[in-house]
């Protein structure tokens, strides 16, 4: 079942870069439906995914649980950190944005996208949250 779960995912992954989100949403939903409940990383991966082809759709509640669901089963998964840090941003929730952001960057200091989003969110939202000298 796991192999087939990721045959389907690898589908679902073809039609998302032919941006035909909808049906990638559907195949990677048939995915996480195929996996067994014990290949955690592997159904992180089908959340994640899914939440990617969710915000190419403007689906970006749907997206956020499907982040939500990544992160209960791998934790450190920082791309999944930054895209649901992305979301609250684009949901103007600007204080879990940052909250997600600084934790990619506790993770992974280096990462630019995190950084810029960073210096976006403090410039549009000046609460004091982001402190442009802290060490990552």
Not at 60 to 82: F, I, S, T, W
Not at 107 to 136: F, I
């Amino acid at each position: 079942m796991r192999t087939l779960a990721q045959q389907i995912k690898k589908a679902g992954n073809e039609l998302y870069l032919k941006r035909e989100s909808v049906e990638a949403v559907e195949k990677y939903t048939e995915a996480l439906d195929t996996c067994p409940l014990c290949f955690k990383d592997d159904r992180a991966v089908f959340f994640a995914n899914r939440a990617a082809a969710r915000v190419t759709l403007a689906s970006l509640e749907d997206a956020l649980e499907d982040c939500h669901q990544a992160l209960r089963l791998n934790p450190g998964y920082v791309k999944v950190m930054a895209r649901r840090g992305q979301i609250y941003e684009d949901l103007d929730k600007p204080h879990e944005a940052v909250r997600d952001f600084e934790k990619v960057l506790e993770n992974d200091p280096g990462h630019k996208e995190a950084r810029v989003a960073m210096v976006v969110s403090q410039r549009l939202h000046p609460t004091g949250l982001y402190q442009p000298n802290a060490a990552w």
